[in-house]
């Protein structure tokens, strides 16, 4: 065995130009998988990471039925119940108490339905980046409870502007009529249409003041520490509070339109992945398939004297194994180097797409290195450089010695 | 003495693919060989010598006919049974050398009875003496292409010996080589058909090989038409 072995490693070192071909080949197409799965990765991370960090949070939690059918009926009076959870889940980095509910808004000019949503400004900012959307005035303080902020396309259509009076009209939570002024104290603008166009923002205290609902609020808005835990914790946060009282939803069941896209868009990078890794193996196959034809003759004469067909066929796997364990090897270090690399620095997209930021990417990406799926990939690449070379070890192997050696 | 190998009303055609144009290479050829012969088959070009040989070494099959080498007859062995009989019975020795090139010349000479399995320390002693024999202790290390073409031939009629077979099989082993140096061969074969009982038998159409056999057999559009001993 061992002197297959030899023979295999010699052949690749007699044939150096070949070799060196194979094993950038093999390097470069490692090399580009890892980096353009580095790459999706981190465009779908931030992507998902600015979405939540716009408006929705990592999970949200509401009194059971809220998410099917929103409404005031739904709030919660039991905060610190909540409260007292989510400070024990190691998990939860931060978490915010919100009122939501549909409302009217008029400016003398117009008016617009909205959702309306009691925030307190201090928590609110641990939670969502809302207050560094402000594009004109300023977004809430404590105790501005006769203030409003209100998305930048919504105040075109109601032609207001940072100083100016609007009056918000809904149902309070006694069915009675809800109503009050307040004055705009700025202008948000998400990126995301829905939100400017539809959103506007007081303060929890003059929320539950406008719907007399004394200390109910609708929902608590959490983010956890990282975007992995989301899932496990949601699932946790639905078996400590039950079914029955309230839901733990995390942003997937909140907008599941954005999780699909989500997926698709993987399901594309997967299929784009598979044919760069169908490149690469035929490099690998062409290479390997040359190399057995360049040497029938000495395959001729192993076999003439004796050596079994299975004993060539390892010959040739080995020899495969040998380049694709040096450029899975190259292309490891090479693509985890500059996924790293890059996830430090970024790469500035922005000459390229402003529509980006459409989609909450952002402009800069910054490619998440995932050693796991680097080392699947790289172990795909080398399983592959080996099954690749049983078709030609298999020709050489059923050579006719004579006419072999007559080549 | 008994003999080695032998050959009974063989025929062999070949039909060039996809035609009816058939060559007879062998006609209804009889020849028995025996044990420690220094044989040569001699012919002109196109006689059917390397296809005789072929025959013998289990490289190739009779069209009819039975070969019978070392009590084994060859018609009754599969493949796996034929590659596993040339690798313990038959030493191959090729006209254009056909060394390993990735292999030094005496990882070539010990590459047969490695595949036997013959373990390290006597391969690598018998190698040793073997080069010494044949004048090349001097070039273990170097690869085929750093020898002359005499001592790679050298290093196949070592790789043949070393695997200790049944019998020698050498087509136009000195048809490459300059005649001083295919002289020095034959002699060299002669040394060690003596000394270790080895079978020889040689295809060839050089008047000096023919001379230094024991045995010629002449062929002729395959057929058999003088075998003298000498
Ligand atoms: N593979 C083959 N296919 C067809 N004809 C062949 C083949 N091998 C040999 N022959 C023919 O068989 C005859 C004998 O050839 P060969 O045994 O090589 O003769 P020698 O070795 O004496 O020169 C020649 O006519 C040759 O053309
Ligand atoms: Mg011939």
Same mark, same amino acid.
Request: proline share 3%.
């Given at each position: 065995?061992?002197?297959?072995?030899?023979?295999?490693?010699?052949?690749?070192?007699?044939?150096?130009?070949?070799?060196?071909?194979?094993?950038?080949?093999?390097?470069?197409?490692?090399?580009?998988?890892?980096?353009?799965?580095?790459?999706?990765?981190?465009?779908?991370?931030?992507?998902?990471? /600015?979405?939540?960090?716009?408006?929705?949070?990592?999970?949200?939690?509401?009194?059971?039925?809220?998410?099917?059918?929103?409404?005031?009926?739904?709030?919660?009076?039991?905060?610190?119940?909540?409260?007292?959870?989510?400070?024990?889940?190691?998990? &939860?980095?931060?978490?915010?108490?919100?009122?939501?509910?549909?409302? =009217? *808004?008029?400016?003398?000019?117009?008016?617009?339905?909205?959702?309306?949503?009691? &925030?307190?400004?201090?928590?609110?900012?641990? &939670?969502?980046? =809302?207050?560094?959307? *402000?594009?004109?005035?300023?977004?809430? $303080?404590?105790?501005? /409870?006769?203030?409003?902020?209100?998305?930048?396309?919504?105040?075109?259509? =109601?032609?207001?502007?940072?100083?100016?009076?609007?009056?918000?009209?809904?149902?309070?939570?006694?069915?009675?009529?809800?109503?009050?002024?307040?004055?705009?104290?700025?202008?948000?603008?998400?990126?995301?249409?829905?939100?400017?166009?539809?959103?506007?923002?007081?303060?929890?205290?003059?929320?539950?003041?406008?719907?007399?609902?004394?200390?109910?609020?609708?929902?608590?808005?959490?983010?956890?520490?990282?975007?992995?835990?989301?899932?496990?914790?949601?699932?946790?946060?639905?078996?400590?509070?039950? %079914?029955?009282?309230?839901?733990?939803? $995390?942003?997937?069941?909140?907008?599941?339109?954005?999780?699909?896209?989500?997926?698709?868009?993987?399901?594309?990078?997967?299929?784009?992945?598979?044919?760069?890794?169908?490149?690469?193996?035929?490099?690998?196959?062409?290479?390997?398939?040359?190399?057995?034809?360049?040497?029938?003759?000495?395959?001729?004469?192993?076999?003439?004297?004796?050596?079994?067909?299975?004993?060539?066929?390892?010959?040739?796997?080995?020899?495969?194994?040998?380049?694709?364990?040096?450029?899975?090897?190259?292309?490891?270090?090479?693509?985890?180097?500059?996924?790293?690399?890059?996830?430090?620095?970024?790469?500035?997209?922005?000459?390229?797409?402003?529509?980006?930021?459409?989609?909450?990417?952002?402009?800069?990406?910054?490619?998440?290195?995932?050693?796991?799926?680097?080392? &699947?990939?790289?172990?795909?690449?080398?399983?592959?450089?080996?099954?690749?070379?049983?078709?030609?070890?298999?020709?050489?192997?059923?050579?006719?010695?004579?006419?072999?050696?007559? $080549? | 003495?008994?003999?080695?190998?032998?050959?009974?009303?063989?025929?062999?055609?070949?039909?060039?693919?996809?035609?009816?144009?058939?060559?007879?290479?062998?006609?209804?050829?009889?020849?028995?060989?025996?044990?420690?012969?220094?044989?040569?088959?001699?012919?002109?070009?196109?006689?059917?010598?390397?296809?005789?040989? /072929?025959?013998?070494?289990?490289?190739?099959?009779?069209?009819?006919?039975?070969?019978?080498?070392?009590?084994?007859?060859?018609?009754?062995?599969?493949?796996?049974?034929?590659?596993?009989?040339?690798?313990?019975?038959?030493?191959?020795?090729?006209?254009?050398?056909?060394?390993?090139?990735?292999?030094?010349?005496?990882?070539?000479?010990?590459?047969?009875?490695?595949?036997?399995?013959?373990?390290?320390? %006597?391969?690598?002693?018998?190698?040793?003496?073997?080069?010494?024999?044949?004048?090349?202790?001097?070039?273990?290390?170097?690869?085929?292409?750093?020898?002359?073409?005499?001592?790679?031939?050298?290093?196949?009629?070592?790789?043949?010996?070393?695997?200790?077979?049944?019998? *020698?099989?050498?087509?136009?082993?000195?048809?490459?080589?300059?005649?001083?140096?295919?002289?020095?061969?034959?002699?060299?074969?002669?040394?060690?058909?003596?000394?270790?009982?080895?079978?020889?038998?040689?295809?060839?159409?050089?008047?000096?090989?023919?001379?230094?056999?024991?045995?010629?057999?002449?062929?002729?559009?395959?057929?058999?038409?003088?075998?003298?001993?000498?």
């Amino acid at each position: 065995m061992l002197t297959f072995i030899k023979i295999a490693w010699r052949n690749i070192l007699r044939n150096r130009a070949r070799s060196f071909i194979t094993i950038a080949a093999v390097a470069a197409g490692l090399c580009a998988l890892i980096f353009l799965k580095g790459f999706v990765d981190g465009a779908d991370h931030q992507m998902v990471a /600015n979405y939540t960090d716009l408006f929705v949070g990592h999970i949200q939690v509401h009194k059971a039925g809220f998410q099917k059918s929103m409404g005031l009926d739904k709030s919660i009076n039991n905060e610190e119940t909540i409260a007292a959870v989510l400070r024990k889940t190691p998990a &939860v980095a931060a978490f915010t108490p919100r009122i939501k509910e549909f409302a =009217l *808004i008029s400016s003398p000019e117009s008016s617009s339905g909205i959702l309306l949503i009691g &925030v307190d400004p201090e928590r609110e900012r641990t &939670v969502t980046t =809302l207050h560094k959307k *402000i594009r004109a005035g300023s977004f809430l $303080s404590a105790g501005d /409870n006769d203030k409003i902020v209100i998305g930048r396309q919504l105040a075109e259509n =109601l032609k207001v502007a940072p100083g100016d009076k609007v009056v918000i009209m809904g149902q309070a939570f006694d069915g009675s009529i809800a109503a009050s002024a307040y004055i705009v104290a700025g202008l948000v603008e998400a990126g995301a249409e829905d939100l400017d166009k539809n959103l506007a923002l007081i303060t929890l205290r003059a929320a539950q003041d406008l719907f007399v609902m004394e200390n109910r609020i609708s929902e608590v808005a959490v983010k956890t520490h990282s975007l992995d835990d989301i899932d496990a914790t949601a699932q946790n946060l639905r078996d400590r509070f039950g %079914r029955k009282n309230f839901e733990a939803l $995390s942003w997937k069941d909140i907008s599941p339109m954005t999780y699909q896209w989500l997926q698709f868009d993987q399901v594309f990078t997967s299929l784009i992945l598979f044919i760069v890794l169908l490149v690469v193996a035929g490099g690998i196959l062409n290479t390997i398939l040359m190399g057995v034809l360049e040497r029938t003759k000495e395959f001729g004469i192993m076999l003439a004297l004796g050596t079994k067909p299975s004993q060539i066929i390892r010959m040739v796997a080995a020899e495969s194994f040998f380049l694709g364990l040096a450029g899975a090897g190259l292309g490891t270090l090479a693509g985890a180097g500059i996924v790293l690399v890059c996830g430090r620095t970024g790469i500035d997209l922005s000459a390229l797409s402003q529509a980006l930021n459409n989609f909450y990417i952002g402009s800069v990406i910054y490619p998440l290195f995932r050693p796991v799926s680097i080392a &699947v990939y790289a172990g795909i690449v080398l399983f592959l450089s080996i099954a690749i070379s049983v078709f030609p070890a298999i020709k050489a192997s059923r050579l006719s010695p004579i006419e072999a050696i007559r $080549s | 003495m008994g003999f080695i190998c032998a050959v009974n009303n063989v025929n062999k055609t070949y039909r060039f693919k996809g035609s009816d144009v058939e060559t007879r290479a062998l006609n209804d050829i009889s020849l028995s060989i025996e044990e420690g012969g220094f044989v040569a088959i001699a012919g002109p070009s196109g006689s059917g010598k390397t296809t005789l040989l /072929n025959i013998l070494g289990g490289l190739d099959a009779p069209t009819s006919g039975s070969v019978i080498v070392d009590q084994t007859d060859l018609a009754g062995l599969n493949a796996a049974e034929m590659s596993e009989f040339r690798l313990h019975k038959i030493g191959f020795i090729f006209q254009a050398y056909n060394l390993i090139s990735t292999l030094s010349a005496y990882e070539n000479a010990e590459y047969v009875s490695l595949l036997q399995g013959a373990p390290k320390d %006597r391969r690598l002693f018998e190698a040793r003496q073997i080069f010494k024999d044949l004048g090349m202790e001097a070039y273990l290390k170097r690869r085929p292409t750093q020898l002359s073409a005499g001592q790679q031939q050298r290093v196949a009629v070592a790789r043949a010996i070393l695997a200790r077979p049944k019998l *020698i099989l050498a087509d136009e082993p000195t048809a490459n080589l300059d005649s001083r140096t295919g002289s020095d061969l034959i002699d060299l074969m002669a040394v060690m058909n003596k000394t270790l009982g080895l079978t020889f038998i040689f295809a060839t159409h050089d008047k000096m090989v023919m001379e230094k056999a024991h045995r010629l057999i002449l062929l002729h559009d395959g057929k058999i038409t003088q075998d003298i001993a000498q």
